[in-house]
């Protein structure tokens, strides 16, 4: 059998095995890449930045008085009522709830097979998965009517002697969206550590300096902390 040869498609073959494309086109050193993500992400912010963030501060101005009116209206406003238990608030839960699940595997199993692309939306998908678990939780909050009294879920003693039913569904929500936004807080904010260090040797400003120092956990890149990095990162993942 004759052995590859470059093509058009297909990139040399090296003792018989085909290499991977590379990723960056024109073959730039790393400190070129880590200089121009580093440039990005110091840069005052543009006009596009600021009208996009006027777009959704009123976008989430508008769902905060439609969250703050059913409070004050009731939750009949949902489709509850006698025979209906769960109505609006249910189907966006479970819907949250899958976007959720959704950003971690696709960041989790991209890692797990070592796919050298992913590096290019797991930032994306792990923060999606973080507003994901946040907005999903909301839902079972304001399904109480009285979301103040949202701490008596919790199992903590108390004057009037009230514990919680561990049959309902309400309570075993709580656990398992505080778990698993845990979880997920965890996994993101691991991945981003090198990323800090990064920026923290790139920043001049003094407070966002210190911000980079104090998140980025002392990080040098030494193979110690790499090995230790991989391996957390794998448990998690």
Known sequence: ?????ATATHPAAVNG???????VLGNPTLHDVTETIASIAVRP???KYWLTLAITATAAAWGIFAIGYTIATGIGVWGLNNPVAWGWDITNFVWWIGIGHAGTLISAILHLFRQR??????RSAEAMTIFAVICAGLFPLIHLGR??????????PNQMQMWINFRSPLVWDVFAVSTYLTVSILFWYLGLIPDLATLRNYVKQRIPKALYTF?????VG????????EIAYLILA
Request: glycine residues 2%.
């Open 45 to 47: 912010p543009t006009w």
């Open 215 to 219: 998140f980025s956990l002392g990080w």
């Open 1 to 5: 059998m004759q052995p590859a040869t």
């Open 117 to 122: 692309w992913r590096t290019a939306i797991n």
């Open 17 to 23: 095995e085909l290499q991977r494309e590379p990723l």
């Open 147 to 156: 979301p103040w009294f949202a701490y008596w879920l919790f199992p903590y």
């Open 222 to 229: 030494s193979v110690r902390h790499w090995q230790h990095y």
